[in-house]
């Protein structure tokens, strides 16, 4: 269904999408460090749900830039809440799983700050603020320039024996 007609019942043409780093990130295959876990968000590279494509920076931090398709709508135009969530249930879950903790979501608070416009390109920043124990807080936000939609705690627990 990528690329379908605008119809009545499709509104919103599927076009590449340009999901390109900065310059100074380095692609990061996500899949092959969690399996295929991955597949509710990054499940579908050329769906009409999500796109995404993660990065690293110098610092190893876990960045993402994701597109948020025409299957994301909640209010007319825009991104359903739900959708800006899982999108933070998986970057801020997975930052942790680079960082060295695997690990299971927790708990998480999404505070959503503006409403996402279908089809847009944003980028999500995340990174592992402390780990005591078994508990591992990750902090991240979803922004395109000054604009920031979401931000989110995710305090994740690792898991015995991994």
């Given at each position: 269904?990528?690329?379908?007609p605008v119809n ?155």
């Amino acid at each position: 269904m990528a690329n379908a007609p605008v119809n009545d019942l499709n509104p919103y043409p599927c076009t590449p999408v340009d999901l390109s780093g900065e310059a100074d990130w380095v692609a990061f295959d996500a899949p092959s460090l969690v399996g295929e876990s991955l597949r509710f968000v990054s499940g579908e590279p050329d769906g009409d749900r999500f796109r995404v494509r993660y990065y690293r920076d110098s610092e190893k931090h876990l960045h993402a830039r994701i597109w948020f398709g025409p299957e994301t709508e909640g209010p007319p135009g825009h991104a359903h809440g739900g959708a800006v969530a899982a999108v933070m249930d998986e970057a801020l879950g997975l930052a942790a799983w680079a960082a060295g903790y695997p690990i299971v979501v927790g708990n998480l608070n999404v505070s959503f700050r503006t409403m996402l416009p279908l089809q847009k390109v944003v980028t999500v920043e995340s990174r592992v603020v402390s780990a005591e124990g078994r508990k591992v807080m990750v902090h991240g936000r979803i922004f395109c320039g000054e604009a920031v939609y979401a931000e989110g705690e995710c305090l994740c627990i690792t898991i015995p024996g991994r």
